[in-house]
Each structure stands twice: as structure tokens, then as C-alpha cells.
T-cell receptor, first 115, second 114 residues
Framework: DTGVSQNPRHKITKRGQNVTFRCDPISEHNRLYWYRQTLGQGPEFLTYFQNEAQLEKSRLLSDRFSAERPKGSFSTLEIQRTEQGDSAMYLC?????????????FGAGTRLSVL | DQQVKQNSPSLSVQEGRISILNCDYTNSMFDYFLWYKKYPAEGPTFLISISSIKDKNEDGRFTVFLNKSAKHLSLHIVPSQPGDSAVYFCAARVGTTNAGKSTFGDGTTLTVKP
């Protein structure tokens, strides 16, 4: 088990472009979370899945953001028509619901810079 | 409205001494609390947690204390080591085994001086 993997690690894009990030969770984990972190702040919740079902979405997740987990394994987060305010670290985490603590394990994140 | 607050952005301690990191919360529905440690260029790593039915949980050099009446928790590191230098995030959530999202504080940067 190699932990939670996120790709790419860095993404630089121009304002108005679309970007997509990928997260591969720990293999036996049934829950997958997306968070966003800006400089000097803690991670902010965006959305999470249990298997392929998206169970909760934050109001931070505007209609330009969409997340999928089509087969209950990896997930993608797409941002359409990027804005400079989207520049942040996007963190993915996974957990095994129903186990003690349901601890979330994080990947190293994808850093997005919108020029 | 920030529901989890870490009021000290930074803390510096001498190697071998105790580090005490504090966290306050406002949402009385929170019943499970976690501490994460984050090194540069890495994601947050789970450190220790505590359920609201307890007031203390210990794991090696790390102890978390919970004061529910004050809506306050703290992380004690004894003895502190230079490798403990990192950003520490307090997180809180509703529920344990089937809980969803966590709400994080903004972190405290701990520096342990040799």
C-alpha cells in the first residue's frame, strides 16, 4: 500500500482554462474526500464520496467544480473556467468508514496556480 | 464563522521541553477531535485523536486533553524533539466510525530548537 496518490503535483494554467486532478485512494478505503487549502489556512472541505456516491458537497463547491468517483476507486476533480481565486492546494483524503475513528489519510496534494 | 480556532500561529520551544498546542471550537455538535501534523510538501498526517466521551488520550510522547465545558483541547508533546517541527492542525467532526467531513483550524507552526 503506497498511501493516497495525487496527480499532478503541480498545475499551472491560464485563467479561463479547465483543469482536472486525479486522486487514487488507499485501495481498501471506501470513502474519498476533497479539501482545498490556501496559504496560512487549514484544509477546507469540498466534497466526499462513499464508494461511487457523492454524499456531501460544500457550498464552496461552485458550479464550476465537479467531482466524480465513477467506479468507487479513483476520483477526479475538475474545475472549469478557472479563476485566479482558484489558486490553492487541493488535497485528497481517504478513509475506511465503519472502522474505529474513520481516520482520514491525506495525499500530498495538487498545487494549482492560475495566472 | 470559523468553528475551529487555533489562536497561536506559531510556537517555539527548546528541545526536551514540553510543547503545548491549543485549539478551541464553537460547535457543540462536534464529538470527535483529531490532530494532524504537516511537513512542507507533504499532506497532513494523522497524529492522535480523542472522542468526546474521554478527557485524555495518550500515545507515546503525545497526549491530547479535551475540556468539553470550555470547548477546548490541547496537544502536549513531551519531550519535544527537533523532528517535531511542523505545522499542527486541530480538526473536529460530528460522529466517529461513519463521520463525514472534518473541520480544520488554521494550524500552529511548531519550531523545536536543538
Amino acid at each position: 500500500d503506497t498511501g493516497v496518490s495525487q496527480n499532478p503535483r503541480h498545475k499551472i494554467t491560464k485563467r479561463g482554462q479547465n483543469v482536472t486532478f486525479r486522486c487514487d485512494p488507499i485501495s481498501e478505503h471506501n470513502r474519498l474526500y476533497w479539501y482545498r487549502q490556501t496559504l496560512g489556512q487549514g484544509p477546507e472541505f469540498l466534497t466526499y464520496f462513499q464508494n461511487e456516491a457523492q454524499l456531501e458537497k460544500s457550498r464552496l463547491l461552485s458550479d464550476r467544480f465537479s467531482a466524480e468517483r465513477p467506479k468507487g476507486s479513483f476520483s477526479t476533480l475538475e474545475i472549469q473556467r478557472t479563476e485566479q481565486g482558484d489558486s490553492a492546494m487541493y488535497l485528497c483524503a481517504s478513509s475506511l468508514a465503519g472502522t474505529g475513528g474513520n481516520i482520514q489519510y491525506f495525499g500530498a496534494g495538487t498545487r494549482l496556480s492560475v495566472l | 464563522d470559523q468553528q475551529v480556532k487555533q489562536n497561536s500561529p506559531s510556537l517555539s520551544v527548546q528541545e526536551g521541553r514540553i510543547s503545548i498546542l491549543n485549539c478551541d471550537y464553537t460547535n457543540s455538535m462536534f464529538d470527535y477531535f483529531l490532530w494532524y501534523k504537516k511537513y512542507p510538501a507533504e499532506g497532513p498526517t494523522f497524529l492522535i485523536s480523542i472522542s468526546s466521551i474521554k478527557d485524555k488520550n495518550e500515545d507515546g510522547r503525545f497526549t491530547v486533553f479535551l475540556n468539553k465545558s470550555a470547548k477546548h483541547l490541547s496537544l502536549h508533546i513531551v519531550p519535544s524533539q527537533p523532528g517535531d517541527s511542523a505545522v499542527y492542525f486541530c480538526a473536529a467532526r460530528v460522529g466517529t466510525t461513519n463521520a463525514g467531513k472534518s473541520t480544520f483550524g488554521d494550524g500552529t507552526t511548531l519550531t523545536v530548537k536543538p
